[in-house]
């Protein structure tokens, strides 16, 4: 069973490029959640998605960031009109349902952006 | 809100020696705690977890106690390696779908 998929792996954009991150989660598993991880920080929580719905989209920022869930394909996060401050490395899990004291989140490799 | 408070980093310890990262949290309602293990150039995995007060997570070695009365979940392992050499992060999650993370503390295990 495949783990958890990102790519690209390493991504360079010039300001005011956009960005697009791919997420494919562990089969079967139908919620995936991003978290930026700025240089020496933790990671913060963006988004959780589940097919087609949008469940939590409260550590997104109010602009330029978008993230889908399509019923077939992966998940996509979008960031229009990069600037240098969207540096990171940019996490995707997923787990098999999104309620549960018990549920684990399978991380991806994550997405390094680098804004030139 | 949420919030996960890691013991600063960096760690640097020699082979064998005992190691203590500390976490505390506060959270509302009662969280699932979470200790991850991130080595370079890696995502985020599992290294243990505990649902209730007293649980203890255990994972190669390492444990974790969740101690409801302190706030606590801090990380433990009697004898490190070489190959634990690696960033530590205290999670918790609340059912909500989203976790919340410490900062991190990087370990550095010297031969």
């Known amino acids: 069973n495949a783990g958890v998929m990102q790519n690209p792996r390493h991504l360079v954009r010039r300001r005011g490029q956009e960005a697009r991150l791919r997420c494919s989660p562990m089969k079967g598993h139908s919620h995936v959640y991003w978290y930026r991880q700025l240089p020496e920080e933790g990671l913060k929580f963006m988004v959780y998605l589940q097919k087609e719905n949008i469940i939590d989209e409260s550590g997104m920022p109010k602009e330029r960031f978008s993230a889908e869930f399509p019923k077939e394909g992966p998940s996509i996060l979008r960031i229009q009109q990069v600037v240098r401050g969207d540096s990171a490395a940019y996490f995707c899990?997923?787990?098999?349902?999104?309620?549960?004291?018990?549920?684990?989140?399978?991380f991806g490799p994550g997405t390094r952006l680098t804004v030139l | 809100g949420n919030s996960v408070t890691q013991m600063e980093g960096p760690v640097t310890l020699s082979e064998e020696a005992f190691l203590t990262i500390n976490c505390t949290y506060t959270?509302?309602?009662?969280?699932?705690l979470f200790w991850y293990v991130q080595y370079p150039g890696e995502g985020l995995q599992l290294l243990l977890k505990?649902?209730?007060?007293?649980d203890k997570g255990s994972n190669k070695g390492f444990e974790a106690t969740y101690r409801k009365e302190t706030t606590s979940f801090h990380l433990e392992k009697g004898s490190v390696q070489v190959s634990d050499s690696a960033v530590y992060f205290c999670a918790l999650d609340t059912n909500a779908g989203k976790s919340t993370f410490g900062d991190g503390t990087t370990l550095t295990v010297k031969p």
């Open positions: 899990a997923s787990s098999p349902t999104g309620t549960g004291l018990d549920i684990e989140q399978f």
């Open positions: 505990a649902t209730k007060a007293d």
């Open positions: 959270a509302t309602g009662y969280p699932s």
